[in-house]
Structures are given as structure tokens and as C-alpha cells.
T-cell receptor
Framework: AQSVTQLGSHVSVSEGALVLLRCNYS??????LFWYVQYPNQGLQLLLK??????LVKGINGFEAEFKKSETSFHLTKPSAHMSDAAEYFC????????????FGTGTQLKVEL | KAGVTQTPRYLIKTRGQQVTLSCSPI?????VSWYQQTPGQGLQFLFE???????NKGNFPGRFSGRQFSNSRSEMNVSTLELGDSALYLC???????????????FGPGTRLLVL
């Protein structure tokens, strides 16, 4: 079975600072990895996904993530935080043959301060 | 293109009652998945439907059931509600069921269920 661990349930950064949200996965087969964002009282919006085509994945709103097999990691970064980035971020994993079932991490609440 | 819609958005029920939630996928999408989101357990997969057939099921009791109609709309039902069923129920749709890879899923805004 596959799983995801997100280190840090709350992360606080200053506006303009680097955003780094950590995600480590566990999977016995090649994984597909996703980052979703959730704003208050809303559903999940896909930021980016890794499907083995390229290890550095660029997503929406300036976010990107790098798949590192040796570290079993898929950390999310953004060079410069904006107030509008404040939200909860979820890392998720799935595998081929598992249908569209996503296994989510526990989420990281990002706070952006002036 | 309209996104995934879920009705109702908010619902209050009492223990022992049953509830039915509805999900309309993005036009042309044929796969629908359901997730439960709670503060304690986080986001958990309930089930996935494609072509009116359940393809995948999470680890939930039989009180949780679902179905999909020929127009790809889906409903989920929870019978004999318990306090712990209070949650945000999210529906997601994708074009295909992810037979080879995993399709991108598009989530609706959710139905917030409160069980008293």
C-alpha cells in the first residue's frame, strides 16, 4: 500500500519569502504524485502532478515540485510567497492499476504574514 | 465548462437518519470518486464509479454506499447516521477511470454534513 507523509502541519512564511512544503511518499511501485490546494469552504484544486515524464514539475500560480526517488520526496516550492497563497496544501499519491484512488497526506496549513 | 457540482452544500441530520448526497461531474467526464474529509482522519477515499459500476472502494462500513447513473451523475448514501459521520464529503470527476495511469481529478466544493 502507498502512503504520504507531510512534515509540518502548519508553516508560516513572510510575504515574498520562499515557500517550502514537504512531502515524502511510500510506494512499492512507481508512484503518481499530486499537490492540491484547498481554500476555506472550498474543494480541492490541483496545483501540479508527477506522472514520470519529468522530475521537475511546474504547476499553477508559480508553484513547482521536484520528484526525488532516492529521497522518496516530492516537496512543493514557490520562490516568493503571496498573501493569496494562504491555504491548506495536500500531497497525494496513487499508482497505476489503482484506478483514480488518491491517498492523501494530512495537509499543511500555510500562513503568509506581512 | 461548468465544474463539478454537489448538492446540497450544507446538511444537518440527526443520528439514525439517512442522507443522500448528489454529484454532477464535469460534462464529458465519466469517472466519479467520493472522499470524506474530517479534522481527525483527514481525506479518505470512499469509492469510485465508472459506467455505473463501482470500480474501487475504500475502507468504510457498509452504511456508506453509492451509485452512478447513465448520465454519469452520482449519489452517495449514508444510512443510520452516526455523530462521526459529520464531515465534508467531496466528489471528484475525471474523464476516464485511470486504467493505465491516474487521471487528473477535479473536485467539487463539497457537501458539509453535520450529524446531531
Amino acid at each position: 500500500a502507498q502512503s504520504v507523509t507531510q512534515l509540518g502541519s502548519h508553516v508560516s512564511v513572510s510575504e515574498g519569502a520562499l515557500v517550502l512544503l514537504r512531502c515524502n511518499y511510500s510506494s512499492s511501485v512507481p508512484p503518481y504524485l499530486f499537490w492540491y490546494v484547498q481554500y476555506p469552504n472550498q474543494g480541492l484544486q490541483l496545483l501540479l502532478k508527477y506522472t514520470s515524464a519529468a522530475t521537475l514539475v511546474k504547476g499553477i500560480n508559480g508553484f513547482e515540485a521536484e520528484f526525488k526517488k532516492s529521497e522518496t520526496s516530492f516537496h512543493l516550492t514557490k520562490p516568493s510567497a503571496h498573501m493569496s497563497d494562504a491555504a491548506e496544501y495536500f500531497c497525494a499519491v496513487s499508482v497505476a492499476g489503482g484506478g483514480n484512488k488518491l491517498t492523501f497526506g494530512t495537509g499543511t496549513q500555510l500562513k503568509v504574514e506581512l | 465548462k461548468a465544474g463539478v457540482t454537489q448538492t446540497p452544500r450544507y446538511l444537518i441530520k440527526t443520528r439514525g437518519q439517512q442522507v443522500t448526497l448528489s454529484c454532477s461531474p464535469i460534462s464529458g467526464h465519466r469517472s466519479v470518486s467520493w472522499y470524506q474529509q474530517t479534522p481527525g482522519q483527514g481525506l479518505q477515499f470512499l469509492f469510485e464509479y465508472f459506467s455505473e459500476t463501482q470500480r474501487n472502494k475504500g475502507n468504510f462500513p457498509g452504511r456508506f454506499s453509492g451509485r452512478q447513473f447513465s448520465n454519469s451523475r452520482s449519489e452517495m448514501n449514508v444510512s443510520t447516521l452516526e455523530l462521526g459521520d459529520s464531515a465534508l464529503y467531496l466528489c471528484a470527476s475525471s474523464p476516464q477511470p485511470g486504467q493505465v495511469g491516474v487521471e487528473t481529478q477535479y473536485f467539487g466544493p463539497g457537501t458539509r454534513l453535520l450529524v446531531l
